[in-house]
């Protein structure tokens, strides 16, 4: 009779342990490049991303789950319940209905000039010159500054404009003032660089799916508590 018992009980718990997990499931762009994001065979191993990511889906007592796109797919996969967020950005560069959460990181977008050519005052001083820019990345301060004087020359990603600057193909470009500091401490010899004019300083949020598994005040409690924490702060600075 025991055993009869014990085994009913084995087969009621075999279901339960069989569920897997929660997921966390978090979009990233393929196009970003580190600190933010470093990829392995298509996949996140490293990064800002990746180290928020699992810093969020642990104070929701789930798991994360990356999900790598292309920069055009993001918003449709987002829209569509493909993941849950897609963090660092804003609402005024993803188009489609999203959720926000509160404010994660602080950045800082920077227009840097190689020293072979005149150092700019203003943004005004690049009108009709090309400047390094990423496909797919919006800069609407720099297009209500210059207008039609905006000449985008883009990149699949920061790195190869990065190269493109020491090369002189472009003589500007525009960056997160994060990443070029992380390049340049990367570089055997540094590019040789003005100091930077602050473009824009914004905070990033989350953009939480409307078809996901996770409520934006869930995200929101999360980010909080990682904010009280210390996590975030860490995150971001150890990448400075």
Known sequence: MRSHRFICLICCLLPALAVPAAELVVLVDRASDMPMAGF??????????????????????????????????????????????????????????????QPLFTAEEVLVTDTSVAAPRSIEDVRGQPVGTVLGYAHPEMEQVLGKGFVRDDAPNMEINLEKLARGRVHHILIAKGVLYYRQRLRPSPLKLY???????FQTRCAVSRKGHIALAEIDAAIKQAHQDGTIAGIVNSAK
């Open 40 to 101: 392995a065979s298509g996949s996140l191993v490293a990064g800002i991303h990746k180290d928020l990511g699992e810093a969020l889906a642990r104070n929701l007592g789930r798991s994360a789950r990356f999900v790598v796109l292309p920069r055009k797919r993001i918003a449709r996969a987002l829209q569509d319940g493909e993941a849950d967020i897609l963090c660092g950005y804003m609402p005024e560069w993803l188009q489609g209905d999203f959720l926000w959460s």
């Open 195 to 201: 100091p930077p004019l602050t473009v824009m300083s």
